[in-house]
């Protein structure tokens, strides 16, 4: 007599099943490969590709920024030692000055003048200069021609600070003249500077948002449903414990069948 073995199909579908709900949970997803949903899994990698071009855009618009802020800083510090010439200025045009006391003050509008060119020649971000004149674009989008354009001053509009000479009453009453003026041309480019970091600063909410959109489509296709597939695991561990209990008891009926031949 033959004794057919038991079968073990239901057992090893199981043991599958136990071993995809096991990955899941571990890995919180719930498409780990392409033999769980293809065509999930191309959706997916498509918004991992959408993802990173989004997380790239905005550190390159959070560079636009920090770029506009070392030039406004940079602008600043001019704008500081314009006014303290004009200081000076004013201070020089007072007849009860002598000419020594002239030419001191115009050893300290010397140094700011030093300070003033050195600031529009030596200032640089990630080592390129900052105060070339030249556009600057950075990429703010994920496609094509999605860009925010900067164009800082050379600064040459304070070239007439160099001249200054508050020596002599004459010279200190033309100075105050050349330090309105270009005084008010500071105040122009910091408003430009200050209306590019607004501007880069909403593109930069507005890549959150989408990129927060992004994430949670991609969270609903890939993500494990942890309830489910809790439930899904109680149900398979009932079947697995029923099938080993049936595979005993085929084991004990073969061996009592045996017992009696």
Do not use: C, H, W
């Amino acid at each position: 007599m033959k004794i057919s073995p038991p079968n073990f199909g239901t057992l090893n579908r199981t043991e599958d099943a136990a071993s995809k709900i096991n990955q899941q949970l571990s890995s919180a997803k719930r498409v780990n490969s392409a033999a769980d949903d293809a065509a999930a899994l191309q959706i997916i990698d498509r918004l991992n590709s959408q993802q990173d071009g989004y997380q790239q855009a905005i550190r390159n618009a959070y560079d636009g920024i920090s770029y506009s802020q070392t030039a406004d800083g940079a602008l600043s510090g001019v704008n500081d030692a314009v006014s303290r010439i004009a200081e000076l200025s004013v201070q020089a045009g007072n007849g009860a000055l002598s000419d020594s006391d002239r030419r001191a003050l115009q050893g300290e509008v010397e140094q700011l003048q030093t300070q003033i060119a050195e600031t529009f020649e030596n200032t640089t971000f990630a080592g390129a200069a900052v105060f070339s004149g030249q556009e600057t674009q950075f990429q703010v989008g994920p496609d094509a021609n999605t860009t925010q354009s900067l164009t800082v001053t050379d600064g040459s509009f304070a070239n007439d600070i160099a001249t200054i000479d508050i020596s002599t009453q004459a010279g200190a009453q033309a100075a105050l003249d050349v330090a309105k003026t270009v005084s008010e041309d500071l105040n122009t480019a910091r408003s430009e500077l200050g209306a590019f970091e607004n501007a880069v600063a909403s593109r930069v909410r507005n890549l959150g948002t989408q990129s927060e959109n992004i994430a949670a489509s991609q969270s609903r296709i890939e993500d494990t449903d942890y309830a489910k597939v809790i439930s899904e695991q109680t149900a398979n561990d009932i079947l697995s414990q029923a099938s080993i209990a049936l595979r005993g008891q085929a084991n004990q009926s073969a061996s009592a069948v045996l017992g009696l031949l």
